[in-house]
């Protein structure tokens, strides 16, 4: 079986015991970007900085993520503008964490976010992935079997809101078996929750 770990062939187990390993926990955290400005009408899309609030709240967020979800070894981020000033105002930890900022992730479609995924190093215990609606929206909504009782299931099916992050679990060999439903969304946090 893929992915799978067996205890070696000169190791012996206690009878009874099954020999295959429990998969372990993996996390991905979902972080669309911050608030982002319309002050330039002929700016392109793809170069949009943020506003304001978008810079208030991305270190509202990063408090957040850093008191309540373990650190991530893997960072992917569209090139956009504001996705890559959203990931710059996270602050440390994150600024150490190896990032791959690639133009596949801009306004990349959720088959597109799924693959990519799955394509990830089955060593990787948490992704953070930091993009764009719908996409990252939908991703939200498509991974979800089951969810933590302080999770507003009905506001994150209407949006997934700037900078608002979405946290999964899942018990999966490897990242190759991402599929629908097969995650537990652990925290729905958007950035309004959190000002003072």
Not at 83 to 89: I, K, V
């Amino acid at each position: 079986m893929q992915g799978a770990r067996r205890i070696p062939p000169a190791a012996t187990a206690a009878p009874g015991l099954d020999l295959m390993a429990t998969a372990p926990t993996r996390r991905l955290t979902l972080l669309r970007h911050a608030k982002s400005s319309w002050g330039s009408p002929k700016l392109h899309d793809h170069a949009r900085p943020l506003a304001p609030r978008g810079e208030r709240a991305t270190p509202l967020m990063a408090d957040w993520m850093r008191a309540n979800l373990t650190p991530p070894d893997l960072i992917l981020c569209s090139d956009a503008t504001r996705t890559q000033q959203t990931l710059g105002l996270l602050g440390r930890p994150f600024a150490g964490v190896e990032t791959d900022i690639d133009r596949r992730f801009y306004l990349a479609s959720v088959a597109r976010l799924t693959k990519a995924l799955r394509g990830c190093a089955d060593t990787r215990g948490h992704i953070l992935l930091i993009g764009h609606n719908p996409g990252l929206h939908e991703l939200a909504l498509r991974l979800t079997a089951t969810a933590a009782d302080t999770v507003d299931l009905d506001s994150l099916s209407s949006n997934l809101p700037t900078a608002a992050v979405a946290a999964f679990e899942f018990t999966f060999d490897g990242w190759a078996d991402l599929a629908p439903a097969t995650g537990h969304l652990t925290h729905f946090v958007v950035p309004r929750s959190l000002a003072p």
